[in-house]
């Protein structure tokens, strides 16, 4: 771990992969600030990781946008008479490290030209992917990850939740060239010990 503030955006190979407890125990082990720029849906995933997170230097900033329907954010922006843009968006003020939440995956939408995605871009973030398994999770992994190397970004690494799989978790490294920063297993319930027990496991210097 480094004393230089970072920033880190996480998303996801789908829209339940984890993003937000992926994004707590990263706070946790970063001491990192937290924000989710574009809410689609209440109860909010801010609210969750407030209550997930025990280090008490973590600051959780608001959103520029709270939508209120849980749909793709260009959808719930239309049923609200809204538009929402990227352009829009300005860094919470901060000296520390920021964990940035996205909406669902890579390329949901936000408007009719930009994706969620196109965030990590305008603010030079380090992405940080939570891939899950299901039948059809390497193929979404890897597609998500072609998208990634196609637009230049920089990845930190890939993130597991839940049952592992190491065959699939085996060809999506061979294929992804990224390092796996964390294995999460199928807890059965997630509190904020859960969440210290992962960010343990961190290991020193990987971000």
């Known amino acids: 771990m480094t004393d230089k503030p970072k920033l880190y955006f996480v998303t996801a190979i789908g829209t339940d992969s984890g993003k937000t407890l992926v994004s707590a125990i990263l706070c946790e082990f970063l001491s990192a600030d937290y924000w989710k720029p574009i809410q689609a849906g209440i109860p909010t995933d801010a609210d969750a990781v407030r209550n997930l997170v025990s280090n008490r230097k973590v600051a959780i900033h608001p959103e520029a946008y709270r939508l209120k329907t849980p749909e793709s954010p260009h959808a719930a922006a239309h049923h609200e008479g809204l538009h929402v843009r990227i352009s829009d968006l300005q860094l919470?003020?901060?000296?520390?490290?920021?964990?940035i939440e996205g909406a669902?995956?890579?390329?949901?939408p936000l408007n009719d030209e930009e994706f969620v995605i196109d965030i990590?871009?305008?603010?030079?973030?380090?992405?940080?992917?939570?891939?899950?398994f299901y039948l059809g999770s390497i193929n979404h992994t890897l597609l998500t990850i072609e998208a990634l190397k196609r637009r230049g970004l920089n990845v930190a690494g890939i993130i597991f939740n839940g049952p592992r799989n190491e065959e699939s978790e085996r060809i999506i490294m061979r294929h992804g060239s990224y390092p796996c920063i964390l294995n999460i297993e199928a807890e059965p319930v997630i509190t904020r010990e859960t969440v210290q027990k992962y960010a343990a496991k961190i290991p020193v210097g990987i971000l």
Request: with cysteine; charged share 10%.
């Open 92 to 99: 919470p003020n901060t000296t520390r490290s920021l964990v």
């Open 120 to 132: 990590a871009s305008r603010f030079n973030a380090s992405i940080i992917l939570v891939s899950n």
């Open 104 to 108: 669902g995956g890579c390329l949901v």
